[in-house]
């Protein structure tokens, strides 16, 4: 069984674990978002980070093609290229091409025999199957 190819993704690079935790929280803000804004945000959830940390985690997601920029006098303001779910989607393709031979069998295989699946796992899968 092969996953079906649904949209076409810009491409965008493999995004490191800060860089996406960057992402998610500008996916839960209205866009464009400024550097100030996120730094706010991150300080409101424990993570204090400099300005200068921001700014180049930011530069560097523009860079992999995830965020736009755009200059407002001197502020910067980004805004998301790709959406989270485009970016889930895209990151298992990738998995599934590469690990799995483009074979969601093969990769419930490799799950099943690596005793990741519970009873009750297999029971939703059936179930999810047997209404598509």
């Known amino acids: 069984m092969k996953i079906k190819e649904v949209f076409t993704v ?3 690079q493999k995004l490191s674990s800060t860089e996406m935790e960057v992402m998610e929280v500008i996916w839960e803000c209205t866009p464009p978002v400024t550097s100030s804004e996120l730094l ?6 424990g993570k204090e980070w400099k300005a200068q940390t ?3 985690f930011l530069s ?3 860079d992999k093609g995830a965020l ?6 001197r502020t910067n303001k980004y805004t998301p290229c790709i959406s989270f779910e485009d970016y889930k989607y895209m990151e298992t393709k990738s998995v599934l091409d590469g690990l799995y031979q483009g074979s969601v069998k093969n990769l ?3 799950l099943y025999d ?8 297999i029971e939703e899968l059936k179930k ?3 209404e598509k």
């Open 128 to 130: 999810w199957f047997s």
């Open 114 to 121: 690596g005793d990741k699946l519970s009873n009750e796992d």
């Open 54 to 56: 921001i700014s180049t």
């Open 10 to 12: 810009n491409k965008v």
């Open 40 to 45: 706010r945000l991150f300080s409101q959830k």
């Open 68 to 73: 736009s920029v755009t200059r407002h006098g």
């Open 60 to 62: 560097r997601l523009v």
């Open 108 to 110: 419930i295989s490799a």
